[in-house]
């Protein structure tokens, strides 16, 4: 048994691990280096370009069933992760380098994985599976365009700037997690009402990066917006967002700042760290002279500068089966966030369906779609059922059937349905010896 992945991010590997795990020779095709795509500079694969973040790791969160699902499966990226951790309060975030190290060895180290460092420029014969990412290369995305009969949807992505710790003004600061989940994980950086108001003047007034004609009607996906963008929405949109004071008591003064931006530990050394939910399409010039009108980060000395860039994604809904496979040609299967699944583990998690179904053609069987009571039933159900105004989605509860019973109380619903997922899944597995 044969088959090809094309891309080494989250999706390709886990689809190619899969595979390789169940007696499938697979070609694992990744152009770096012979070729990056404006967001990558590492030569591993799985390399994280946005925050270092895969969200939180509590089975009763959406996040968390989906990883508790993912590693009922044996993902690969969610053991790497696991090793690879740093702090951060109820989530699962990574030492990026690490990590992509880590996915890097264990990928290359599997017997039935062939590993071709070159860009591929046609869509092979025989079972393939497409994990380009929504950065696929302009001749790659070509011959996708040529396959699907039409072209792709574009949004934008950004990421967030990086800061040494050591930079960070310790007296201007204090550690603590929202609602003490976790410790001293975050690094909060308090305004005061004044101190807010000239930073959000600032932040409208500030001029951003050129874009390419391109690009100026891309569509701008929500958790993902650009701060600068968010903020022009109005004064208050920060506050009730990514500045929201909720949860945090400030010991220097006893209360709740007026606003708060936090600070994630980025690598295993808790030199660096991210600012949450602060991608940004502004120059270099004015991210430094803006952000840094923060107190805490007057000083601040930012190894990465935030960046933006196009990501393009398919009609799902009328191009993809929910197992990812082409209506039109069902060797070939997609996968990653070009699917239109949105998120580090979502796109892990296409990556990991693609396989299983693909080992199944191989072996002269159709995969059955997963239960809709877990979390990769919802999403697979998602991208591909019939929708006129299609959006890349995260994983959520909202998509999800509801329970029998009404249960008002939403702790107790959500534990509900994370044990339901995984008493689903489980059966799925045994009934179809995955």
């Given at each position: 048994m044969k088959a090809t992945v094309i891309g080494a991010g989250l999706a390709g590997c886990e689809a190619a691990y899969y595979l390789a795990r169940h007696g499938v020779e697979v070609e694992l095709w990744e152009m770096k280096p012979e070729r990056f795509s404006p967001?990558?500079?590492?030569?591993?694969?799985?390399?994280?370009?946005?925050?270092?973040?895969?969200?939180?790791?509590d089975p009763a969160t959406a996040s968390g069933m989906l990883k508790t699902e993912l590693r009922m499966l044996g993902s690969v990226v969610l053991s790497c992760a696991d090793v690879t951790s740093v702090p951060a309060g109820g989530?699962?975030?990574?030492?990026?380098?690490?990590?992509?190290?880590?996915?890097?060895k264990r990928v290359s180290a599997c017997g039935n994985i062939k590993v071709v460092r070159r860009e591929a420029l046609e869509i092979p014969d025989g079972e393939v599976i497409i994990a380009t990412g929504p950065l696929t290369s302009d001749a790659m995305a070509r011959r996708i365009e040529a396959l699907t009969g039409g072209e792709g949807l574009h949004f934008f992505d950004a990421a967030s700037p990086i800061v040494t710790a050591e930079s960070v003004n310790a007296s201007k600061s204090f550690r603590l997690a929202r609602y003490g989940k976790g410790g001293d994980d975050y690094i909060n950086c308090p305004l005061t009402k004044d101190?807010?108001?000239?930073?959000?003047?600032?932040?409208?007034?500030a001029e951003t990066a050129p874009l390419h004609e391109f690009e100026k009607e891309c569509?701008?996906?929500?958790?993902?917006?650009?701060?600068?963008?968010?903020?022009?929405?109005?004064?208050?949109?920060?506050?009730?967002?990514?500045?929201?004071?909720?949860?945090?008591?400030?010991?220097?003064?006893?209360?709740?700042p007026y606003a708060v931006l936090q600070l994630r530990q980025d690598n295993a050394d808790g030199t660096l760290y991210n600012l949450v939910g602060f991608q940004t399409n502004l120059k270099f010039g004015e991210q430094k002279r803006v952000f840094s009108m923060i107190p805490a980060l007057a000083n601040a000395e930012f190894v990465r500068y935030g960046v933006m860039h196009r990501n393009t994604y398919l009609d799902s809904p009328r191009l993809l089966d929910y197992d990812f496979s082409l209506k039109s040609d069902p060797r070939i299967y997609f996968a990653g966030q070009m699917?239109?699944?949105?998120?580090?583990?979502?796109?892990?998690?296409?990556?990991?369906?693609?396989?299983?179904?693909c080992l199944k053609r191989l072996k002269g069987e159709k995969l059955p779609p997963f239960p809709?009571?877990?979390?990769?039933?919802?999403?697979?159900?998602?991208?591909?059922?019939?929708n006129a105004?299609?959006?890349?989605?995260?994983?959520?509860?909202?998509?999800?059937?509801?329970?029998?019973?009404?249960?008002?109380?939403?702790?107790?619903?959500?534990?509900?349905?994370?044990?339901?997922?995984?008493?689903?899944?489980?059966?799925?597995?045994?009934?179809?010896?995955?």
């Amino acid at each position: 048994m044969k088959a090809t992945v094309i891309g080494a991010g989250l999706a390709g590997c886990e689809a190619a691990y899969y595979l390789a795990r169940h007696g499938v020779e697979v070609e694992l095709w990744e152009m770096k280096p012979e070729r990056f795509s404006p967001a990558h500079t590492s030569e591993n694969f799985a390399e994280l370009v946005c925050s270092n973040s895969l969200k939180s790791d509590d089975p009763a969160t959406a996040s968390g069933m989906l990883k508790t699902e993912l590693r009922m499966l044996g993902s690969v990226v969610l053991s790497c992760a696991d090793v690879t951790s740093v702090p951060a309060g109820g989530a699962l975030a990574v030492d990026r380098e690490a990590f992509a190290a880590e996915v890097t060895k264990r990928v290359s180290a599997c017997g039935n994985i062939k590993v071709v460092r070159r860009e591929a420029l046609e869509i092979p014969d025989g079972e393939v599976i497409i994990a380009t990412g929504p950065l696929t290369s302009d001749a790659m995305a070509r011959r996708i365009e040529a396959l699907t009969g039409g072209e792709g949807l574009h949004f934008f992505d950004a990421a967030s700037p990086i800061v040494t710790a050591e930079s960070v003004n310790a007296s201007k600061s204090f550690r603590l997690a929202r609602y003490g989940k976790g410790g001293d994980d975050y690094i909060n950086c308090p305004l005061t009402k004044d101190e807010y108001e000239a930073f959000w003047r600032e932040l409208v007034a500030a001029e951003t990066a050129p874009l390419h004609e391109f690009e100026k009607e891309c569509k701008v996906f929500e958790s993902c917006m650009p701060v600068e963008i968010a903020a022009k929405r109005g004064p208050d949109t920060l506050r009730f967002g990514i500045l929201k004071p909720v949860g945090l008591v400030d010991p220097a003064t006893g209360r709740r700042p007026y606003a708060v931006l936090q600070l994630r530990q980025d690598n295993a050394d808790g030199t660096l760290y991210n600012l949450v939910g602060f991608q940004t399409n502004l120059k270099f010039g004015e991210q430094k002279r803006v952000f840094s009108m923060i107190p805490a980060l007057a000083n601040a000395e930012f190894v990465r500068y935030g960046v933006m860039h196009r990501n393009t994604y398919l009609d799902s809904p009328r191009l993809l089966d929910y197992d990812f496979s082409l209506k039109s040609d069902p060797r070939i299967y997609f996968a990653g966030q070009m699917t239109g699944v949105e998120g580090y583990i979502e796109s892990a998690m296409s990556g990991l369906v693609a396989g299983v179904a693909c080992l199944k053609r191989l072996k002269g069987e159709k995969l059955p779609p997963f239960p809709r009571e877990t979390g990769i039933g919802a999403l697979t159900a998602y991208i591909s059922s019939a929708n006129a105004d299609f959006q890349p989605m995260n994983i959520n509860f909202g998509i999800l059937p509801d329970t029998e019973e009404r249960i008002r109380d939403k702790k107790e619903k959500r534990r509900r349905l994370t044990e339901r997922s995984a008493a689903a899944l489980r059966l799925y597995i045994s009934e179809n010896e995955i």
